[in-house]
Nanobody, 125 residues
Framework: QVQLVESGGGLVQAGGSLRLSCAAS????????GGWFRQAPGKEREFVAA????????YYANSVKGRFTISRDNAKNTVYLQMNSLKPEDTAVYYC??????????????????WGQGTQVTVSS
C-alpha cells in the first residue's frame, strides 16, 4: 500500500503562484508514475499533469500547459506541481495520484492505483 499526502494548497490572488507537494510513504514508490488531478465544485475530477518515474515523460492538460510544471524528487518520494499565473478557474481540490503503469494511464483514466486525500486551492479574482 502507498499513502499519498498532499500539501501546499491555500488561497492566492489571480496571477499568483503556489507549489503543491505530494509525499509518498508505505511500500516502495519506486517505478510509479505520479500525477495531479483536480475537482471543482459541481464538476468531475479532471486530469492536470503526469510524470513518469524517470521524469522523462511528462503530460499536461491543455488548460494548464505553459503555466503549471510537474516534477519529482525520487530520493524524497515526492512529486511537485508548480502553479504559476493562477486563474480563478483553477480553483479546485487538487489530488495527487500514483500508478505502477505509464503516466499515459494517469492521463487516460481515473482507474488509478493510489489517490491522496486532496488539498484545496482557491484563486481569488
Amino acid at each position: 500500500q502507498v499513502q499519498l499526502v498532499e500539501s501546499g494548497g491555500g488561497l492566492v490572488q489571480a496571477g499568483g503562484s503556489l507549489r503543491l507537494s505530494c509525499a509518498a510513504s508505505g511500500r516502495t514508490f519506486s517505478g510509479y508514475a505520479g500525477g495531479w488531478f483536480r475537482q471543482a465544485p459541481g464538476k468531475e475530477r479532471e486530469f492536470v499533469a503526469a510524470i513518469s518515474w524517470s521524469g522523462g515523460s511528462i503530460y499536461y492538460a491543455n488548460s494548464v500547459k505553459g503555466r503549471f510544471t510537474i516534477s519529482r524528487d525520487n530520493a524524497k518520494n515526492t512529486v511537485y506541481l508548480q502553479m504559476n499565473s493562477l486563474k480563478p478557474e483553477d480553483t479546485a481540490v487538487y489530488y495527487c495520484a500514483a500508478d505502477s503503469r505509464s503516466p499515459l494511464v494517469l492521463r487516460a483514466t481515473k482507474q488509478i492505483d493510489y489517490w491522496g486525500q486532496g488539498t484545496q486551492v482557491t484563486v481569488s479574482s
